[in-house]
T-cell receptor, first 108, second 115 residues
Framework: EDQVTQSPEALRLQEGESSSLNCSYTVSGLRGLFWYRQDPGKGPEFLFTLYSAGEEKEKERLKATLTKKESFLHITAPKPEDSATYLCAVSYGNKLVFGAGTILRVKS | ETGVTQTPRHLVMGMTNKKSLKCEQHLGHNAMYWYKQSAKKPLELMFVYNFKEQTENNSVPSRFSPECPNSSHLFLHLHTLQPEDSALYLC??????????????FGAGSRLTVL
């Protein structure tokens, strides 16, 4: 049973083409939702934490939003350096469950 | 050095070998973790240590043996592994115990290949 599902599995964008990544979850008692970025050959790097529905956070071209069932990572006018795997993780109880990630490729 | 450092970065071993992965954090964190990352699969938690004490073993086979001599160092001892154990092994640390709302800082990982 999937508790955290990320979609799409892979996404190819042209430079400047805005889009969104999705992270849906089925856990109850959410304590926090995390977004991480992972570059090839590196470990995941923390981007955002969201704690309650309606919360939004921004960093450069990235904006994360949260509802009661899902989170979106919006990428505005992406650049090739935004290419990476984006992971979301959901915290509930004393557990942290990761999604499988979305591989983003931005071509110039 | 700063952050979380893992060595070796790449390791190839036979099924009968014994090897160890090392992790060191310079962040003053109190909790350390081992994760397994396989292609197209979610990160899989293996072990959690808090203040040097193991607080979680996620049903990991005994051929993986963790060791945490202090809050800054974490080892994963490997013996008689199987080819399906080939993966990226990530070490992480956090400020306090538990996986609640704490941000994890990850190392770059150790890429393990079992022949």
């Amino acid at each position: 049973e999937d508790q955290v599902t990320q979609s799409p599995e892979a996404l190819r964008l042209q430079e400047g083409e805005s889009s969104s990544l999705n992270c849906s979850y089925t856990v109850s008692g959410l304590r926090g939702l995390f977004w991480y970025r992972q570059d090839p050959g590196k470990g995941p790097e923390f981007l955002f934490t969201l704690y309650s529905a309606g919360e939004e956070k921004e960093k450069e071209r990235l904006k994360a939003t949260l509802t009661k069932k899902e989170s979106f990572l919006h990428i505005t006018a992406p650049k090739p350096e935004d290419s990476a795997t984006y992971l979301c993780a959901v915290s509930y109880g004393n557990k942290l469950v990761f999604g499988a990630g979305t591989i983003l490729r931005v071509k110039s | 050095e700063t952050g979380v450092t893992q060595t070796p970065r790449h390791l190839v071993m036979g099924m009968t070998n014994k090897k160890s992965l090392k992790c060191e954090q310079h962040l003053g964190h109190n909790a350390m973790y081992w994760y397994k990352q396989s292609a197209k699969k979610p990160l899989e938690l293996m072990f959690v240590y808090n203040f040097k004490e193991q607080t979680e073993n996620n049903s990991v086979p005994s051929r993986f043996s963790p060791e945490c001599p202090n809050s800054s160092h974490l080892f994963l001892h490997l013996h008689t592994l199987q080819p399906e154990d080939s993966a990226l092994y990530l070490c992480a640390s956090s400020q306090v115990q538990g996986l609640g709302a704490n941000v994890l800082t990850f190392g770059a990982g150790s890429r393990l290949t079992v022949l």
